[in-house]
């Protein structure tokens, strides 16, 4: 009822203005595979999110995000329901995985975000899964600790454009891949790098942990000389798969993650 109130305050700074025509500069391009091995997550829920995001996905693509506006992912996509043809997918709650109708929308959210962390768009409502590992790596691409959670109607994904410039977001998929694309309609000065360090498993009190740092390098778009730099994540992430085929660190590393 809160979120709902504060939306309702708040719509006329929502992005909702769409537009089939791209514009003419593209900020970052990346895919995401649908369907992966999740360990011993039951791949049917992992077809259902195929059609989850085939639905969810025209809600989103060539949104305009104008100078002041706010995106909002809830906003946009609205209750991922069986009516709308939505299907049972998995889904995180506290420290375990269930089933729900929608499931699968964080892949979504987590394309865009790894999309804005390459912009000068303002992230203003972002939440993880914090403190755990839930799956095996499995083709990753982007680092562990970009990901994001939400939750229909309280966690929300949301960015703010502060900047002069348009943004539009696009999203589709196909068979295979969550496909996405940031573009403007005036070049983009800075450029973004995420990248990571300090990253290991170690194993503390009998319990395994992720470990690392997840940095974001602001660069001058001409001269590609780093002008900022900032920590986005520190992780020390519970695994709560199985461990036996990791390397991991034995000895005490409490000075390692501090």
Same mark, same amino acid.
């Given at each position: 009822?809160?979120?709902?109130?504060?939306?309702?305050?708040? $719509?006329?700074?929502?992005? +909702?203005?769409?537009?089939?025509? +791209?514009?003419?500069?593209v900020?970052?391009?990346?895919?995401?595979?649908?369907?992966?091995k999740?360990?011993? *997550?039951?791949m049917?829920l992992?077809?259902?999110?195929? /059609?989850n995001?085939? !639905?969810?996905?025209?809600?989103?693509?060539? !949104?305009?995000?104008? =100078?002041?506006?706010?995106f909002?992912? &809830?906003?946009? /996509?609205?209750?991922?329901?069986?009516?709308?043809?939505?299907?049972?997918?998995l889904?995180?709650f506290?420290?375990?995985t269930e089933?729900?109708?929608?499931?699968?929308?964080?892949?979504?959210?987590?394309?865009?975000? &790894?999309?804005?962390?390459?912009?000068?768009?303002?992230i203003t409502?972002?939440?993880?899964?914090d403190?755990l590992?839930?799956?095996?790596?499995f083709?990753?691409? !982007?680092?562990?600790?970009?990901?994001?959670?939400i939750?229909?109607n309280?966690?929300?994904?949301?960015?703010? @454009?502060?900047?002069?410039?348009?943004?539009q977001?696009? *999203?589709?998929?196909? =068979?295979?891949y969550?496909?996405?694309e940031?573009?403007?309609?005036? =070049?983009?000065?800075?450029?973004?790098? !995420?990248?990571? +360090?300090n /990253?290991?498993?170690?194993?503390?009190n009998g319990?395994?942990?992720? @470990?690392?740092?997840?940095?974001?390098?602001?660069?001058?778009?001409?001269?590609?000389?780093?002008?900022?730099?900032?920590?986005?994540?520190r992780?020390?992430?519970? *695994?709560?798969?199985d461990?036996s085929?990791?390397?991991? $660190?034995? @000895?005490d *590393?409490?000075?390692?993650?501090?």
């Amino acid at each position: 009822m809160v979120r709902s109130l504060n939306n309702l305050c708040s $719509a006329k700074h929502f992005a +909702k203005t769409k537009q089939k025509k +791209k514009l003419l500069y593209v900020v970052y391009r990346h895919n995401s595979l649908i369907r992966r091995k999740l360990g011993n *997550v039951d791949m049917r829920l992992q077809e259902n999110k195929a /059609v989850n995001l085939s !639905i969810a996905s025209p809600r989103i693509t060539n !949104i305009l995000i104008r =100078p002041g506006e706010t995106f909002s992912f &809830w906003y946009l /996509v609205g209750n991922t329901t069986v009516k709308k043809g939505y299907k049972e997918g998995l889904t995180i709650f506290a420290d375990h995985t269930e089933q729900g109708i929608g499931g699968g929308m964080c892949q979504m959210t987590n394309l865009i975000h &790894w999309m804005v962390l390459h912009s000068d768009l303002k992230i203003t409502e972002h939440h993880h899964h914090d403190g755990l590992d839930l799956f095996p790596d499995f083709q990753r691409k !982007i680092p562990f600790g970009t990901g994001t959670s939400i939750m229909y109607n309280y966690l929300d994904y949301r960015f703010e @454009n502060t900047t002069h410039r348009t943004y539009q977001l696009i *999203v589709y998929t196909t =068979p295979e891949y969550l496909c996405g694309e940031l573009r403007t309609d005036t =070049p983009q000065n800075n450029k973004y790098h !995420i990248w990571t +360090k300090n /990253v290991f498993f170690s194993r503390e009190n009998g319990v395994v942990y992720r @470990n690392g740092e997840v940095y974001r390098d602001k660069m001058d778009g001409c001269t590609g000389k780093i002008i900022g730099r900032k920590l986005i994540r520190r992780n020390h992430a519970r *695994v709560l798969y199985d461990t036996s085929g990791l390397d991991i $660190a034995e @000895n005490d *590393v409490t000075e390692a993650i501090n």
